[in-house]
């Protein structure tokens, strides 16, 4: 059963290219074993990119044990809640699906935070 989103409709699709979400089934569905809580549908940056890499997150480099391909400038990612916030207050989140980003995130971050990085779903830009 698909989640809700922070707009308080179905959760919809992230990225299937690359495939992601904690469940890898394209989004950022979450559940009890899900500890790092990967909710923020993200589009990513070099900036973004750099910054994750400086506080001890490789997100460049691909991990195929994990099914983690490395991401590139544009890839959307179901990003770790804690993580976006993280960047959000350092000036240099990515942006957010908020379509695709699951309601969980709303513990870590406002709709007015996450509103200011919005972005449309692929496909309706």
């Known amino acids: ?7 308080g409709t179905e959760l919809e699709s992230c990225s299937t290219d690359p495939m992601t979400g904690f469940y890898r089934d394209g989004c950022c569905n979450t559940g009890a074993d899900d500890r790092g809580l990967h909710t923020v549908c993200v589009r ?5 990119l750099h910054f994750s890499r400086s506080v001890g997150n490789d997100l460049s480099t691909p991990m ?6 490395g991401l590139v400038p544009g890839d959307q990612w179901c990003l770790c809640a804690a993580r976006w916030k993280e960047a959000y207050d350092a000036g240099c989140a990515p942006a957010v699906v908020l379509e695709a980003t699951h309601m969980s995130t709303l513990e870590f971050a406002s709709i007015e935070e996450l509103s200011e990085h919005a972005i449309p779903p692929r496909g309706t830009e």
């Open 1 to 7: 059963m698909a989640g809700k989103n922070v707009l």
């Open 64 to 69: 195929p044990q994990y099914q983690f391909p």
């Open 44 to 48: 990513v940056t070099a900036e973004f």
